[in-house]
């Protein structure tokens, strides 16, 4: 999931002079979900989970009001996620 959002936020990058900051925002984005996606020591499966998906619809309300990604690119890519996880139960 993360490999294939850090692809198209490279070729969006790549591609500045049509999308604008619109890769870096991703990237930004996407650090960030990278960083709340490790396990901590001694977090069970189900800790994780619930810590996860806490930590990432925090980072969905800054991005909602985050002035720098007006059109919402960063959200996008953290709902995305959050989408992604609700599927392991």
Do not use: H
């Not at 490999?3 to 930004?28: F, L, P, V």
């Amino acid at each position: 999931m993360l490999s294939q959002q850090r692809t198209q936020a490279q070729e969006k990058e790549s591609a500045a002079w049509y999308w604008g900051n619109t890769g870096q925002i991703e990237a930004a984005a996407i650090g960030r979900c990278q960083a709340i996606l490790v396990a901590r020591d001694g977090e069970s499966f189900r800790g994780f989970l619930s810590r996860v998906r806490r930590e990432l619809s925090a980072l969905s309300e800054f991005y909602r009001g985050y002035a720098g990604d007006p059109d919402g690119y960063g959200l996008g890519t953290v709902l995305e996620i959050q989408r992604w996880l609700e599927a392991w139960d």
